[in-house]
């Protein structure tokens, strides 16, 4: 399976989701694209830095994380992720269960093709919280 969506300005790459018991993607993450705080009632994350530089935002703060950093998340903890370098950085994603996270994800992609723009925090906020992820 090799799916590809937009997801609010960054590709990402669905290798998996729905024919296992885990989403996995390809997430190219261009210069300057953020990812804020936020948490997943129902799946557990795991962001793996294949190439480039991710600062990665958690409980704790901020730590910057090179390639073959492998970051866990489970369900409930704050996370979030912000390119700060010049560079798009390679990660992929995987999240398990990961079915909510599969459908936030093209659900994502679907209002952005319908709208035409790029969504505003307010819808970003209201598609996210139908899929158990809050922000904050």
Known sequence: MNET????????????????????????????????PHRHDGDDELLFVVD???????????????????ATFVRGSLHGFRNDTDRTVRLVVAATPGVQAAEMFRHFDRAGRETGRPLEPGEIVAIAGQYGVSFG
């Open 5 to 36: 969506l937009d997801v609010l300005g960054a590709p990402m790459i669905v290798k998996s989701a729905g024919d296992v018991a885990m989403f996995l993607a390809d997430h190219p993450v261009p210069p300057g694209y953020f990812v804020p």
């Open 52 to 70: 480039g530089e991710l600062t990665l935002i958690g409980e704790a703060g901020e730590a910057k994380a090179g390639p073959g950093t492998a």
